[in-house]
């Protein structure tokens, strides 16, 4: 039963791409839902961020698994995914564990160790638990990935200070303006990364703040929280709100573009000496790129940060090799685990049936002396447990043991008692697992 990653990013799709086979927050769940229907597809879950979408599934077979994946994929998103199978790039096993492993810990984000991907894994992982399409092998997995993420912020500086894509887009409105003191801005979009580039601009010294956002309750929230300054409005004042920015930062979760460049015309016309600045953080991307050709305005989207972005990098890149060595070890945790958990009902079902053994012969033994004492009776019954451990305790260490080290021969010894001793304890799935000749093999 094969685990993989199959899905896209911005290493290899650009933001156009991304944002195309994107879901929309609202259709994730029933997408969910939809794989639990493909009959090679064990366990899954889906990852999206706007910088990649990737699907983690455990499979029954590996061809057939990955062809039900991108037919999914075809067949929920109702529209031309042709071009997708050229950005979209299939890791196996061990190299899906890593790669899961690298995105918690910020090593494979675009801002390297940004603050919200752990967030984000971690949402991923319950809307799963929602959607009941995780099992024990990704639900293990995930809590590992999620273990090793805070792990890495808390022992290394690969999280060290504040900045995100949010305040990437901040730094990125600061080189192009020089400064931010006295300059009204509006922020589009009062989610996460909207609140914290509204905190970051404010920082900055911009003298007014505006946050527009779909509900005007959840912005008036963030507008409030910034102090004398700010304010709050909602989407049909959006070309008003134009008129008065100098910088806009746009992060909404809205599958179409918000900021068209009929607006940002219309509002130009009332401001035509000054120039307008937009930062899109958002995938799908909320600004029409054809607004770049307006005059007197600067876009930058996602994508576009990359420049800014590295310029913030260098402390935490002295933290990536730790990182990778708590990455290697996590890895190694759970390729331990998954390669030994074949045998693990053989081995509860052996002492089951032991106990269960001891138990009626112990009773047997004792109904037919009742002249023994109380002691007599404990010592008795201390004896039969202790004989019972130390006849399994060899069996069951040497299947544990070989499971760390070889899960094909692992499950061989899993099977051969199994059928010694009449467990049953393995099903046809757990059986299929003995055709993985190698260690790598075995996880994958």
């Not at 062809?67 to 196996?92: I, P, W």
């Not at 990437?168 to 909207?194: E, I, W």
Request: aromatic share 4%.
């Amino acid at each position: 039963m094969p685990l993989v990653c199959l899905g896209l990013s911005h290493h290899t799709a650009p933001v156009d791409v991304r944002e195309r086979h994107a879901f929309s927050p609202s259709t994730m769940g029933e997408a969910l839902v939809a794989l639990r229907d493909y009959e090679a597809v064990r366990e899954a879950l889906m990852l999206q961020t706007c910088g990649r979408l990737e699907i983690y599934a455990e499979l029954e077979d590996y061809e057939s698994g990955v062809t039900q994946l991108k037919a999914f994929l075809n067949n929920f998103r109702h529209g031309d995914v042709n071009d997708m199978e050229s950005y979209m790039y299939t890791l196996l096993g061990t190299q899906a564990i890593e790669h899961l492993l690298r995105v918690s810990t910020g090593l494979d984000s675009m801002l390297i160790g940004e603050a919200e991907i752990l967030g984000q894994v971690k949402d991923a992982y319950v809307q799963a638990q929602r959607s009941h399409t995780l099992g024990k092998s990704l639900h293990t997995l995930f809590r590992q990935a999620i273990n090793a993420g805070k792990e890495a912020r808390s022992r290394t500086a690969i999280a060290g200070d504040s900045t995100s894509i949010a305040t990437a887009a901040v730094d990125a409105a600061k080189l192009h303006l020089g400064n931010l003191a006295g300059k009204t801005v509006l922020v589009v979009g009062a989610g996460k990364m909207g609140a914290i580039a509204a905190r970051r601009l404010r920082d900055e010294g911009a003298a007014r703040v505006i946050v527009l956002n779909r509900s005007q309750g959840r912005a008036a929230e963030v507008a409030a929280a910034l102090g004398e300054g700010a304010r709050s409005a909602d989407l049909p004042g959006l070309v008003d709100a134009l008129t008065e920015a100098d910088v806009v930062v746009t992060s909404t979760g809205a599958p179409h573009f918000v900021i068209t460049p009929d607006a940002v015309a219309e509002a130009l016309r009332s401001r035509p000496q000054r120039p307008l600045f937009i930062v899109d953080i958002a995938v799908p991307r909320d600004v029409d790129p054809e607004v770049a050709l307006l005059d007197g305005v600067g876009l930058v989207d996602i994508d576009g940060l990359a420049n800014v972005i590295a310029v913030t990098l260098e402390r935490r890149r002295e933290a990536i090799p730790l990182v990778e060595e708590i990455v290697t070890e996590h890895v190694a945790r759970f390729g331990q685990w998954y390669q030994s958990r074949v045998a693990v009902p053989v081995i509860a079902s052996l002492v089951q049936k032991a106990e269960t053994i001891r138990e009626n012969e112990v009773a047997r033994l004792l109904a037919r002396c009742p002249e023994l004492s109380e002691r007599e009776r404990m010592l008795i019954t201390g004896m039969s447990m202790t004989i019972v451990s130390k006849l399994l305790h060899s069996a069951i260490t040497r299947i544990r043991d070989k499971a760390a080290e070889n899960g094909a021969e692992a499950i061989t010894h899993a099977q051969m008692l199994d059928e010694l001793f009449e467990l049953r304890a393995l099903g046809s799935a757990e059986a299929n697992v003995a055709a993985a000749p190698s260690r790598d093999e075995a996880i994958e």
